[in-house]
């Protein structure tokens, strides 16, 4: 979102009629104002028209309400802050709040009756925008992890001063999420600029993450649109190998997709339970005859000037399922058809892209080093369309589901729609489409 937009959703909320208020006979307003519910007596307070403000506090009973001006601006700020929530998630300003739309005979009764005051409806307000910026642990560490800042989580004592505690109802392994009990003691003088600081803080997160993800998103399309011959969708794997018929369709769903996230408002989600298999893979795959072209083409001409050094070859990596062990090439005598061409020099835009690719061959980036998944695997080609019995490598997508003990923050199952996956990630699969391009175009694999 542009910061013009930022600024924009920090004004108090828009009240048609406004400007022609000013300009009608005290008498007039206050015939009015005995009409308006209390939400929309609270908006004309939120702009701080001098003239409305003295109408407003012209009647009695308003007066009797508020008791103090401290009190009017106490209120004042609350309700500014929560009608900007409301407006970024896109909520009914009444939606759980009941008060709100009382009319101003029944609340003028009802503060008489059961002494409801300014005092109540700002301990209320609090609740509500506590409440709106209450997260689950995988809501709350979805935007720590995309937005880094300094500023505490909340819950924390220097933040919201929140008395709130996370209870298990089940099992760990049942696959249920913590749930979050605040307790109703919300005191009414709190500093509203630990609110402010925690609302900025979490719409700037959720705009930057919604941004991340759409362009990703951008980014796999027009991947599709480059390299049609060479991906296809993560699931179902296509063995065919060959253009998807329907890749303009394809393309054009991860287009609309990425404007659908951009505008997305929810800071707080519905989770599914259980395990997506997969889910730790970008949207695309490259086919699988892709990478036999470029371990082939490696093989046969291997590069002068590409560092990739020991840990780095095809060949080191630990793919083999069954002994789980390094295997060296070196260490092996080549036989009849598998002489080398010899050594060859890339140019240097494709030696870098070769230098990425064997970087990130072996595994997935995940983000972290506690959520190891592979990127290829040892199947045999019967797998793939033959019977020769030959196990070739292959890209691999896993489908069991993560450990019990995997952090909330890695386990992208419950906001697999929206959590962006590691940058590295693209330019990994950009650099390999743009090297196998290359490699069949100039060496004729």
Not at 28 to 33: I, Q
Not at 240 to 248: E, I, P, S, V
Not at 328 to 336: E, N
Request: hydrophobic share 35%.
């Amino acid at each position: 979102m542009d910061p013009k937009e930022l600024v924009a959703l920090s004004k108090p909320p828009s009240l048609y009629g406004l400007n022609l208020a000013e300009r009608l006979p005290r008498e007039l307003v206050h015939m009015v104002l005995g009409q308006l519910p209390l939400v929309k007596i609270l908006q004309i307070l939120s702009h701080k028209n001098q003239y409305l403000d003295e109408c407003v506090f012209g009647q009695l009973e308003w007066q009797f309400f508020f008791s103090s001006p401290a009190d009017i601006s106490h209120v004042r700020d609350l309700f500014i802050l929560y009608c900007e929530i409301r407006r970024f998630t896109r909520k009914p300003l009444t939606a759980n709040f009941s008060e709100l739309g009382h009319g101003h005979t029944r609340l003028v009764r009802w503060s008489r009756t059961s002494s409801y005051s300014a005092e109540d409806l700002k301990r209320k307000l609090i609740q509500q925008i506590r409440g709106e910026l209450t997260f689950n642990p995988v809501d709350e560490a979805l935007l720590h992890t995309w937005f880094r800042s300094d500023y505490p989580a909340h819950g924390t004592e220097s933040s919201l001063r929140t008395r709130c505690h996370w209870v298990r109802e089940a099992s760990p392994k049942d696959g249920d999420l913590p749930k979050l009990k605040p307790t109703t003691n919300y005191p009414a003088h709190a500093d509203n600029s630990h609110l402010w600081a925690r609302w900025d803080w979490v719409k700037e997160a959720k705009l930057k993450l919604n941004a991340t993800k759409a362009r990703q998103l951008v980014i796999a399309a027009d991947l599709m649109s480059r390299f049609p011959e060479k991906l296809m969708l993560k699931k179902p794997r296509d063995p065919l190998q060959g253009q998807r018929t329907n890749l303009a369709h394809i393309e054009d769903g991860f287009r609309r997709r990425a404007e659908k996230i951009s505008r997305d408002r929810r800071i707080q989600h519905q989770f599914v339970r259980g395990c997506c298999p997969g889910v730790d893979n970008i949207e695309l795959v490259p086919y699988d005859r892709c990478l036999w072209t470029f371990l082939e083409s490696l093989e046969r001409h291997p590069p002068m000037n590409v560092d990739l050094g020991f840990r780095n070859t095809p060949q080191n990596m630990p793919l083999s399922e069954e002994a789980g062990q390094v295997v060296d090439s070196r260490s092996q005598v080549a036989g009849p058809g598998d002489e080398l061409c010899g050594p060859f020099r890339y140019p240097e835009d494709i030696a870098t892209s070769i230098e990425v690719v064997m970087d990130g061959l072996m595994y997935v980036y995940t983000g972290s080093p506690l959520l190891v998944v592979p990127r290829i695997q040892w199947s045999p080609t019967s797998a793939c369309g033959s019977s020769s019995g030959e196990w070739k490598p292959r890209f691999f997508i896993n489908k069991e589901p993560h450990s019990n003990c995997l952090p909330g923050n890695l386990h992208r199952c419950p906001v697999r729609k929206i959590m962006p996956y590691d940058e590295r990630e693209y330019e990994w699969l950009e650099a390999f489409l743009k090297v196998v391009s290359w490699m069949e175009k100039k060496l004729g694999h």
